[in-house]
Nanobody, 124 residues
Framework: QLQLVESGGGLVQPGASLRLSCAAS????????VGWFRQAPGNKREGVSC????????YYADSVKGRFTVSRDNAKNTVTLQMDSLKPEDTAVYYC?????????????????WGQGIQVTVSS
């Protein structure tokens, strides 16, 4: 069974950091492009970041550029999203997702595998 499982979410204060992990099982994550999306209450799901199969190319939404860093360890079958300088507007459910190929990393309909999502709350 192909599965993605997120971990590392929680409640933090503004300015703090969190590290989200996405663990793949049932397939080799190194064969897939991996994206991170998030959805805040009342909002559409939006793209946060994406990383190529090798990890040599990364993409970020303007809202997180310079604060979030995506990386992958294909040997461990995991992808990580390091989130620094968190803001209240980063509060959302975060999802990792994977696809063999994408034409535009922001188009969520291209991704076939999705994790169950994990809550990140930034609040004082």
């Amino acid at each position: 069974q192909l599965q993605l499982v997120e971990s590392g979410g929680g409640l933090v204060q503004p300015g703090a950091s969190l590290r989200l992990s996405c663990a793949a099982s049932g397939f080799t994550v190194g064969d897939y492009i991996v994206g991170w999306f998030r959805q805040a209450p009342g909002n559409k799901r939006e793209g946060v970041s994406c990383i190529s199969r090798s990890g040599s190319t990364t993409y970020y939404a303007d809202s997180v550029k310079g604060r979030f860093t995506v990386s992958r360890d294909n040997a461990k079958n995991t992808v990580t999203l390091q989130m620094d300088s968190l803001k209240p507007e980063d509060t959302a459910v975060y999802y990792c997702t994977a696809s063999l190929s994408v034409a535009n990393w922001l188009w969520e309909e291209q991704y076939k595998l999705w994790g169950q999502g994990i809550q990140v709350t930034v609040s004082s």
